[in-house]
């Protein structure tokens, strides 16, 4: 039998670049330590140039094997999460006997949790491959939920709540750190955009599936119990399914060719930022701390962070709707979000501004707020519709991941400033539903006017923010005519490969004209954004 010649030549790919000359060990050497991009390169001869066809074949690979597992991993995160919401109208409070504050203190203890884990997350999202520390993530929360079926009172409830979000706390750093190692800067909102959307699928799909659970009457469980359990051995299964096919990193991908990686890698050397190292750094930490940027996203994501997620049904149903009917009332409240979260993040990328468009969606959740504090209990559908619009904040959260993702450069930097940023997601989540109590039913007249305040305060900060990054970038253009680079560059990172192409041209005359550029290229040096001055600064 004649052997595959596409088979043969793959095997030879394979064994060259299993080869290493001691050229390609010099070559190694000369690379600061724990840069694993510039050391993959270094391994493989040949020309390390593509074509649009090429990229663009790639990208579709990507896209169709990690893309996939991304939103599936930020689904179940979704719905076990919300499961405690959906089972709050089916005698939760009830039959575990809750009291005064006790059901606020299960929403807030998961976001506690998360928020203790985040530097541990940071610290395991550097070390150790991103794959399987996603699959035994999602192992051990869904494990959390199943067993807390078992669960009658309240301290067992609130000690498997904390256990969930321990575990959950590192599937948004995962999924912003796996972001930020695929794809281009161009692509990331989109992407990111995508799997926040599940956040909406999750409330249509969670609504249907516990409204069909909620029929089901035993006498040995109750509902809530039903559904955490089947909820939590779904999740289960999931994590395995991440375990056999979520790849490391672009170089570690069994399912790309070995021509495919180089492409998959040089894609991304217009990003500036890196993507992979395992090597803590300490002085990435600190510039973390003192980075204006890193706190600008963080009182962001904190003022959107409230307890109209955990309180939405009760919310609902003291608009006067039964409990099935406030289930069945959350599936547009789902759609709502979906299209809010891809209309944003599709605007953004168009507009190249998430500062307005994050303003724009922050004064229409506010909209909705003054509606639900001043119209009458009796005008339901006005009250559903203000309802609604607050929904629409769920568009707010991806664009800010997005915008930290595209700003932050530096392995260590990155992981720590996602940390920080969820940091303040979690404390936000924290004292949201603490601005709740059910005792303010049915106007909830406290915890909405603390969300209005925030609403306003978020399209501030959003408009402050794009213009302290045109700042950066004026600074960085004045470091480049310093060295004597041109001051004015192509953002490569936020061009596809055909204008990428054109603009090149454009480029070397002005370079010519400029005396060349000096330097050299830190793409993959593990180099911080503010200490790189080829790093541009996206709005």
Same mark, same amino acid.
């Given at each position: 039998m004649? $052997? /595959?010649?596409?088979?043969?030549?793959? $095997?030879e790919a394979d064994a060259d670049a299993e080869t290493i000359t001691p050229a390609v060990e010099t070559r190694i050497e000369a690379i600061p330590r724990g840069e694993k991009a510039a050391q993959f390169l270094a391994t493989v001869s040949g020309d390390h140039t593509f074509t649009p066809e090429e990229e663009k074949k790639v990208l579709r690979r990507i896209d169709l094997r990690v893309l996939p597992l991304l939103l599936g991993a930020y689904f179940f995160q979704q719905l076990d999460k919300s499961s405690l919401s959906y089972v709050s109208i089916f005698g939760l409070v009830e039959d575990a006997h809750l009291v005064g504050q006790q059901y606020s203190w299960l929403g807030s203890i998961l976001y506690l949790a998360q928020l203790v884990m985040q530097p541990i997350a940071a610290l395991v999202l550097v070390k150790l491959p991103t794959g399987k520390v996603i699959a035994a993530a999602i192992f051990l929360w869904g494990s959390s939920l199943a067993? #807390?079926?078992a669960c009658t009172d309240f301290p067992?409830?609130?000690?498997?709540r904390f256990c969930l979000g321990a575990f959950e706390s590192m599937i948004a750093p995962s999924c912003i750190a796996v972001t930020q190692m695929w794809w281009r800067r161009g692509e990331q909102t989109w992407r990111a955009a995508l799997w926040n959307s599940m956040n909406g699928v999750t409330a249509i799909v969670g609504s249907l599936f516990t409204y069909g659970l909620g029929h089901i009457h035993s006498d040995t469980l109750y509902s809530y119990q039903t559904i955490f359990m089947l909820c939590g051995l779904l999740t289960v299964v999931y994590s395995l399914l991440v375990l056999i096919f979520?790849?490391?990193?672009p170089m570690e991908a069994k399912f790309l060719h070995e021509r495919e990686k180089v492409v998959a890698v040089e894609r991304l050397r217009? /990003?500036? #930022?890196?993507?992979?190292s395992r090597e803590w750094r300490w002085d990435h930490v600190w510039?973390?701390?003192?980075d204006v940027k890193t706190w600008i996203w963080f009182l962001l994501i904190i003022s959107i962070s409230g307890g109209i997620s955990t309180f939405g049904s009760l919310i609902i149903t003291s608009f006067g709707y039964e409990n099935f009917d406030a289930i069945l009332f959350n599936l547009p409240f789902g759609a709502v979000q979906i299209v809010v979260i891809l209309g944003g993040g599709w605007l953004a990328t168009r507009l190249r501004t998430k500062g307005l468009v994050i303003a724009g969606i922050a004064a229409v959740a506010a909209v909705g707020t003054i509606l639900l504090l001043t119209v009458s209990r009796e005008q339901k559908g006005v009250l559903l519709f203000g309802y609604y619009l607050v929904s629409c904040l769920a568009g707010i959260t991806p664009l800010v991941y997005a915008w930290e993702a595209q700003n932050t450069a530096g392995d260590t930097k990155r992981k720590c400033t996602s940390a920080v940023v969820l940091i303040g997601m979690c404390t936000g989540n924290v004292i949201g539903p603490q601005l709740y109590s059910l005792d303010q039913a049915p106007e909830y007249r406290p915890g909405l006017i603390s969300n209005l305040v925030m609403f306003i305060l978020v399209a501030i900060i959003a408009i402050l923010a794009d213009a302290y990054l045109y700042r950066l970038n004026r600074r960085h253009a004045k470091k480049r005519e310093a060295v004597g680079k041109n001051a004015q560059v192509v953002d490569e990172s936020m061009l596809g490969k055909e204008k990428l192409q054109a603009s090149k041209a454009l480029e070397v005359e002005d370079a010519g004209a400029a005396g060349g550029q000096n330097g050299v290229d830190k793409g993959f040096l593990d180099t911080t954004d503010l200490k790189n001055e080829d790093f541009i600064y996206v709005y």
């Open positions: 004649s $052997a /595959n010649p596409r088979a043969v030549a793959q $095997a067993i #807390m079926a067992s409830l609130l000690g498997l979520m790849p490391d990193s217009a /990003n500036q #930022m890196g993507i992979i510039e973390t701390l003192y």
